[in-house]
C-alpha cells in the first residue's frame, strides 16, 4: 500500500470525514499497517489498550469472554471500519477480543497520536469528537438492537403513552456536582456554563420519561436518584443502564436523528438537568470550552454505556 | 453520628476449595482488596477481617469454622496458616472498612460475618445505612426479643442480620432458600418502612451475603440511590452503585498462572465477590443493580438464579 493509497484510505473513512489533505497525509505518516492472519487476535479483552486499529481489508470477529473458558462473537468488523477507540478513551482494558477471521491489513494508530488528535481547541478535534459520538452510538444501537432481539416481539412501550410531567426544581449546589467523576476534567467556568445552559426537573420513581421507538426531545444528565434504561417486550425486560449521579440518557436519539433505542424510567425518585433538542444542537456544535466539556460528557457516558451493555450480554450469552 | 462502613466481600459455594486460594493467591485477592481495593480506590479496609468457612469433613460439619481479627489481614500469619489447611464447601469473608474519625468503633464485636449462637445463619454486609442512629431502636418492634439480646456491638449491619433473623420461621433452624431470600427481602423491606417514617431518605448501600452453608443468598441495592446529604465525606465512595460480582462454572483453579472458573454444566461453584478476584475480570459477571442472587448446593449440581429486587 503507497503513501498515497494509505491517504485515500483514509479520506474514505467515516471518522475521519472532513479532515483536510494536510491533515491525512500527517496521520498517515503515524500510523503502522501490519497484516495479520486468519486466527490470530489483534487483542484480548482485558488487555491494555495500546492502538486503535483502521481495517484496511479482512474480517474480524469481535468475541466477548464468559466464565468457564467459552466466547460468544457478538459480531465482525470490516474494511473501513475503526476497532479499539473505548479502551483507548477510557483507559480500561479491552472490552472484547478482536479475533482475525479472514487474513486483514489494518493501520494501528497509537494511543499517544489519537489523544493528541482530539487534544486542543481546533477545529478538527472538535469534529472528530462529534465523528466518535456518532460512531460510539452507531455501535451503542448495534448492541442495543442484538439485545432486543434476545427477547423477541416488538416494544411494549405505547409510543403514544404520556411521558411524566417533570415538576421543575432548583439547580444543585455546584460543589456537590464539581465531586462527580463526571465533571472532574472540567474548568469551572465551563462547568458553569454547562450546568446553567438547561433547566431542573424533579421526578418520582417509576415514571417514563423516554419510550423506547420515540424520539427524544431532550439530553438529560441524572443529578440525583437513578434512571433506569430498560428493553421491554411483554412481560420480559432488560435493564441495560443505569444512569444515577453524572450519567446521562436519552441523546442517542439527538445525536443520529433516529427514536431512542431505549425506554428510560426513574428508578428512584430524581432531580434531572435537562437540555432540550435545540440547545442540545448549539452545544454539540460548538467549538468553545462548553462544549469541548459537553462533547467528553457524551464521549464518557457513550463508553459507559457500551461496557453496560456487554453485561446483559454476557449473562445472556453465558445463560444459553 | 454512627461508624460508617464499606467494606468487602467474599462468598463461595461449590467445590471444597482451599481458603487460601480465594483470600490471599490471586492478583485481586479478598486480603489485597483490604489495602488496594480497585473498584473503590478512595476506601481502604482496615478495620479488621472475619471468615466463617464451611468444611464438611471437620467435626460438626453443619457449624462453620470461624476466624475474627481486628488485625490486617496482610499481616496476619495465623490467618495465612489456618486458611490454607481449610478446605471450604461454603465461605463467607469480609474485610471492614471504617470513616477515618475518632467515632469509629474498631472491635472485635464489630466483625463480619455476624452468627448469633444457636442459629443457622451468618451475614456480612457492604455498604452502610446513612443516619443509623435516627432509626436502630424503632427497629426493636422488628426484632425478637431473644436475638436482640444476642446484639453486641455498634453497627448497622448486625441489626440487619438480627432482622433477618427475625423474619424466619424458627431462627435456629436451617431454612430452606426460597424462606431465607423471603426473609431478606423482608427484611429490607422493613428498613425501607422504618427509614421512611424518621425521614431518612439519602444513599444506603446494602449489599449482603446471607448463607447457611448449603446456600447462599445476596442482594445488590441501595436505599434512595443518588441522594446524599451536604458536604458529604462519603460522597466519592458512595457515587457509584456499590459494585458485586459473581463467577460461576465448575471449580475456581490456578491453570498456566491464571485464577479462573473451569467450564461446567451444570455449574458445581460460584463465588460472589465486591469485585472480581483477579485484575483481569473477563470472565466475571456482574450482579445486576437492585437484584437478588440466590445459589444452593444440591445433589444435581448448583441452582442459581437472580432476580430483580423491588422491596
Request: glycine share 8%.
Amino acid at each position: 500500500m503507497s503513501d498515497r493509497e494509505t491517504v485515500e484510505f483514509l479520506a474514505s473513512v467515516p471518522l475521519l470525514a472532513g479532515r483536510g489533505e494536510a491533515d491525512l497525509i500527517e496521520l498517515a505518516r503515524l500510523m503502522r499497517r501490519r497484516t495479520v492472519p486468519e486466527g490470530q487476535y489483534l487483542w484480548r479483552q482485558g488487555d491494555r489498550a495500546r492502538e486503535l486499529v483502521f481495517i484496511v481489508d479482512g474480517v474480524v470477529s469481535k468475541l466477548l469472554d464468559l466464565s468457564g473458558d467459552r466466547t460468544a462473537e457478538l459480531g465482525r468488523s470490516g474494511r473501513r471500519d475503526v476497532v479499539g477507540e473505548i479502551g483507548l478513551l477510557d483507559g480500561q482494558g479491552h472490552a472484547m477480543s478482536m479475533r482475525v477471521a479472514e487474513t486483514a491489513t489494518v493501520l494501528a494508530l497509537g494511543r499517544q497520536d489519537f489523544a493528541a488528535l482530539l487534544a486542543g481547541q481546533h477545529p478538527s478535534a472538535f469534529r472528530l469528537k462529534r465523528h466518535l459520538a456518532e460512531l460510539l452510538t452507531a455501535r451503542l444501537r448495534s448492541q442495543l438492537e442484538h439485545l432486543a432481539e434476545s427477547l423477541g416481539g416488538r416494544p411494549s412501550q405505547d409510543p403514544a403513552a404520556a411521558l411524566a410531567e417533570l415538576e421543575e426544581c432548583k439547580a444543585p449546589d455546584s460543589r456537590y456536582v464539581r465531586r462527580m467523576t463526571t465533571f472532574h476534567d472540567f474548568d469551572p467556568l465551563a462547568l458553569w456554563g454547562f450546568l446553567t445552559s438547561g433547566h431542573y426537573v424533579r421526578c418520582p420513581p417509576g415514571r417514563v420519561l423516554l419510550a423506547e421507538g420515540t424520539p427524544s426531545t431532550a439530553f438529560y444528565l441524572t443529578i440525583n436518584g437513578a434512571v433506569e434504561k430498560v428493553l421491554v417486550r411483554g412481560d420480559r425486560r432488560i435493564r441495560v443502564g443505569l444512569a444515577g449521579p453524572g450519567k446521562a440518557f436519552g441523546y442517542e436519539s439527538l445525536i443520529d436523528g433516529r427514536p431512542s433505542p431505549v425506554t428510560a424510567i426513574t428508578r428512584e425518585r430524581a432531580c434531572l438537568l435537562v437540555i432540550p433538542h435545540d440547545l442540545f444542537g448549539r452545544l454539540f456544535e460548538g467549538e468553545d470550552a462548553v462544549s469541548r466539556g459537553f462533547l467528553d460528557v457524551i464521549q464518557k457516558d457513550l463508553m459507559t454505556a457500551l461496557r453496560e451493555t456487554l453485561r446483559p450480554r454476557a449473562r445472556l450469552a453465558a445463560s444459553v | 453520628m454512627y461508624a460508617r462502613t464499606v467494606c468487602r466481600i467474599l462468598a463461595y459455594l461449590g467445590e471444597p476449595l482451599p481458603v487460601h486460594s480465594l483470600l490471599f493467591d490471586t492478583d485481586n485477592s479478598l486480603v489485597r482488596q483490604s489495602y488496594s481495593p480497585r473498584m473503590m480506590n478512595t476506601f481502604l479496609n482496615l478495620a479488621g477481617f472475619g471468615m466463617k468457612a464451611w468444611d464438611p469433613t471437620s467435626h460438626r460439619p453443619e457449624e462453620p469454622f470461624t476466624y475474627r481479627a481486628t488485625a490486617l489481614p496482610s499481616f496476619d500469619r495465623n490467618l495465612r496458616f489456618i486458611s490454607s489447611k481449610v478446605a471450604s464447601t461454603c465461605l463467607v469473608a469480609h474485610v471492614r472498612g471504617v470513616t477515618y474519625s475518632g467515632e469509629a468503633v474498631v472491635a472485635d464485636t464489630n466483625l463480619h460475618p455476624f452468627h448469633f449462637g444457636g442459629t443457622r445463619l451468618v451475614l456480612a454486609h457492604n455498604g452502610h445505612l446513612r443516619q443509623f442512629a435516627r432509626m436502630r431502636y424503632a427497629l426493636v418492634e422488628h426484632v425478637r426479643p431473644e436475638l436482640a439480646r444476642h446484639i453486641e456491638g455498634t453497627t448497622d449491619s448486625e441489626w440487619i442480620y438480627a432482622l433477618i433473623l427475625s423474619q424466619l420461621d424458627d431462627p435456629y433452624g436451617l431454612p430452606d432458600t426460597r424462606e431465607l431470600a423471603d426473609a431478606v427481602a423482608g427484611a429490607l423491606r422493613i428498613l425501607r418502612t422504618v427509614r421512611a417514617q424518621h425521614g431518612i431518605d439519602t444513599s444506603s448501600p446494602v449489599n449482603l451475603c446471607v448463607s447457611s452453608g448449603r446456600a447462599i443468598v445476596a442482594t445488590r441495592l441501595s436505599f434512595d440511590y443518588g441522594w446524599y446529604p451536604p458536604e458529604d465525606e462519603m460522597l466519592e465512595t458512595d457515587l457509584p452503585f456499590v459494585s458485586l460480582w459473581y463467577a460461576i462454572g465448575g471449580e475456581y483453579a490456578e491453570r498456566d498462572g491464571s485464577w479462573g472458573m473451569t467450564p461446567a454444566d451444570p455449574p458445581r461453584s460460584v463465588i460472589i465477590a465486591s469485585e472480581p478476584l483477579t485484575t483481569d475480570f473477563s470472565t466475571w459477571l456482574e450482579v445486576p443493580e437492585y437484584s437478588m442472587l440466590t445459589a444452593e448446593l444440591t445433589p444435581a449440581g448448583l441452582e442459581f438464579e437472580t432476580r430483580d429486587l423491588d422491596v
